[in-house]
Nanobody, 125 residues
Framework: QVQLVETGGGTVQAGGSLRLSCAASGLTTFNMYAMAWFRQTPGKEREFVALIGQTDITYYADSVKERFTISRDNNRQTVHLQMNTLKPEDTAVYYC??????????????????WGRGTQVNVAP
C-alpha cells in the first residue's frame, strides 16, 4: 500500500520560510517516480507548485519560481519543498503527489498516481 505523508506545515509571517517534507512508503522503487507538490485553497482547484523528475529535472509554477526549491532524497524516499519569502497568497493546503510517468501536462492533477493527505500552510500578513 502506497502512502505519502506530508509534514512541516504551520503558520509563518510574510517573508518567512517553511520546509515541507513528504515521506513515501510502499512505492516499488521511489527513484522511478516523479514527485510533485500541489496546493489548494477553499473553493479553488488544486494547482501545481513544483515537480522533480526521476533524473532530478525540476519544474516550477511561475508564482513560486525563485522562492521555492524542490529536492529529493532517494535513500530516505523523501521529497522536500523549501519555501522562502512566503506571501499571504501562498496560504493553502499543500499536497505531495507521485507520478510514474512525466507527461508534458505534468501540471494537471490527473497525471499523478498517488497523493498525500496534505499539510496546511498559513502565511500571515
Amino acid at each position: 500500500q502506497v502512502q505519502l505523508v506530508e509534514t512541516g506545515g504551520g503558520t509563518v509571517q510574510a517573508g518567512g520560510s517553511l520546509r515541507l517534507s513528504c515521506a513515501a512508503s510502499g512505492l516499488t522503487t521511489f527513484n522511478m517516480y516523479a514527485m510533485a507538490w500541489f496546493r489548494q485553497t477553499p473553493g479553488k482547484e488544486r494547482e501545481f507548485v513544483a515537480l522533480i523528475g526521476q533524473t532530478d529535472i525540476t519544474y516550477y509554477a511561475d508564482s513560486v519560481k525563485e522562492r521555492f526549491t524542490i529536492s529529493r532524497d532517494n535513500n530516505r524516499q523523501t521529497v522536500h519543498l523549501q519555501m522562502n519569502t512566503l506571501k499571504p497568497e501562498d496560504t493553502a493546503v499543500y499536497y505531495c503527489a507521485a507520478a510514474a510517468i512525466v507527461y508534458t501536462d505534468y501540471y494537471k492533477t490527473h497525471r499523478y498516481n498517488y497523493w498525500g493527505r496534505g499539510t496546511q500552510v498559513n502565511v500571515a500578513p
